[in-house]
């Protein structure tokens, strides 16, 4: 026997059908705010899970700062 809970429940899913959102895709919102602020999150982020700082230097354990990104997919293989 299978239960399900939350997002599959027979009750969440009655919910949904109730008000007409259950066969909505989901999708991925873009974010509405600072861009910026996103920008300097994502360090904390992995130094958060990984328990490792992105912008210290492996060498002489100084402070990193990105300098640019590479978009273009023939850079790549350089």
């Known amino acids: 026997m299978v239960r399900y809970y939350g997002y599959y429940s027979n009750v969440a899913r009655g919910k949904r059908k109730a008000t007409e959102t259950d066969d909505a895709i989901p999708c991925i919102l873009e974010p509405a705010g600072n861009v910026k602020a996103f920008r300097?999150?994502?360090?904390?982020?992995?130094?958060?899970?990984?328990?490792?700082d992105p912008l210290v230097c492996p060498h002489c354990k100084g402070i990193m700062r990105i300098i640019s990104f590479i978009e273009d997919r023939s850079e790549y293989g350089r």
């Open 40 to 52: 300097k999150s994502w360090a904390r982020l992995i130094q958060k899970i990984y328990q490792f």
